[in-house]
């Protein structure tokens, strides 16, 4: 076995350590409204951000299987944490292809020391026609600066760098890394959801933020058409960690249970035929999302081999079928959870709610509600799905007309 090998050994050994912390009282924070601060910085100490850094810049250089394999550990322990990293894990992916080397190692150097990336690229509907970006970059003293308002900036409350969408005055649209605890950057805890209540997703303001040495990573392009997966796959492997913490703890549930109801065929839950069909099935849609996000992550990993537009596409078409029946099998088994239990399921000491209530909010990003129709529209049509890198080239191509 290798060293490296041996390394990643410790480092996962160190991650479970965390995860089983974290999970301990995962109910008990999102009840509370406590951000898990302190469990995000030890992960990132023991290397989970640098799990996709490549070897030779200090990182584990793990494949796509192994790390989604890991976020779906994660997000079973809390699934605030793989969406408080998402926007970490795609700033790798992008600095893995940067356009400039030197940029690209640099970062890549930094994350492997322990640097954090967040993310703030939305902007709230209406502020821009057409996905705009009203974020501007201009110069203040002969220094580039960031100004602006972005309403989803995941991740940024627990971050070192933020990776920041951004226009310059030629209306040139780009990614601008800047320092997050700048006086200039104000976060609002300002996130309303209903679930990933703890993900630091609120609004972010910057008020002329000076751009960082090496913070001019590009725009999205066509080398980098991998991203539509892989942003989409973080929230599958979340999604499948909530399915392997409903069926634990629903178990939990049942065998805490001292009655059943009046029309149960036995007295005690744990041998009640109906209460462990509820867990059967939680079981099945456990194994049913598991299967989906291997195959998903499996097929990323061989379009990135493959490196063809089509490669591309067909991963995506699968990923967004995943989408479908994947998020279908979670809401379903956070749903009938409850069956297993009782009234002590409904309880909020017992906090079963928060798996639909974070399963649904996923479900809500890429909305899954365009899925069937992106696939058959593929499927029966041969119509190759737009991507984030169509649509930014397409307006960008427009302003220039």
Excluded: C
């Amino acid at each position: 076995m290798s060293h490296a090998s041996d390394a990643l050994d410790e480092a996962v050994a160190g991650f479970r350590e965390i995860f089983e912390r974290l999970e301990a009282e995962a109910g008990v924070r999102d009840q509370s409204r406590k951000h898990p601060y302190e469990f995000v910085r030890e992960l990132v100490d023991a290397g989970f951000g640098r799990l996709r850094v490549p070897v030779e810049q200090g990182g584990f250089g793990v494949d796509l299987p192994t790390l989604f394999r890991l976020l779906a550990e994660a997000g079973k322990a809390d699934s605030n944490v793989p969406q408080i990293l998402r926007g970490h894990f795609t700033a790798v992916e992008i600095l893995r292809h940067a356009d400039d080397p030197e940029t690209g190692d640099f970062w890549l150097r930094e994350i492997a020391r322990g640097a954090v990336f967040g993310n703030a690229q939305s902007e709230a509907a209406g502020t821009s026609p057409d996905f705009g970006i009203t974020t501007r970059v201009h110069e203040v003293d002969g220094q580039r600066v960031v100004s602006g308002t972005k309403f989803y900036s995941t991740g940024s409350l627990f971050a070192d760098h933020i990776r920041v969408a951004v226009a310059d005055d030629d209306g040139n649209r780009w990614f601008a890394v800047v320092p997050a605890r700048h006086p200039g950057v104000t976060h609002a805890e300002d996130w309303d959801g209903i679930g990933q209540r703890l993900t630091g997703s609120g609004t972010t303001v910057f008020d002329a933020v000076p751009v960082e040495r090496n913070g001019e990573l590009g725009r999205f392009k066509e080398n980098l058409r991998s991203l539509p997966s892989f942003v989409q796959i973080v929230h599958l492997a979340n999604l499948a960690g909530i399915a392997r913490s409903l069926v634990d703890e629903t178990v939990a549930v049942v065998k805490s249970r001292a009655r059943t109801s009046l029309h149960a065929r036995s007295e005690q839950a744990t041998q009640d035929s109906e209460v462990l069909g509820v867990v059967g099935r939680l079981y099945a849609h456990r194994l049913t999302v598991d299967s989906l996000l291997g195959t998903v992550a499996e097929g990323l990993d061989a379009a990135d081999r493959d490196g063809s537009e089509e490669a591309y596409a067909a991963n995506y078409i699968d990923v967004s079928a995943a989408q479908i029946t994947l998020i279908e099998a979670v809401l379903d088994a956070a749903t009938i959870a409850f069956n297993a239990g009782g009234s002590t399921a409904v309880r909020e000491s017992v906090h079963l709610d928060r798996h639909w209530r974070n399963a649904r909010t996923l479900a809500s990003h890429n909305p899954v509600v365009y899925k069937p129709g992106v696939v058959g529209d593929f499927v029966v049509n041969g119509v190759t799905p737009t991507s984030s890198y169509d649509r930014d080239r397409r307006s960008q191509e427009g302003q220039q007309q």
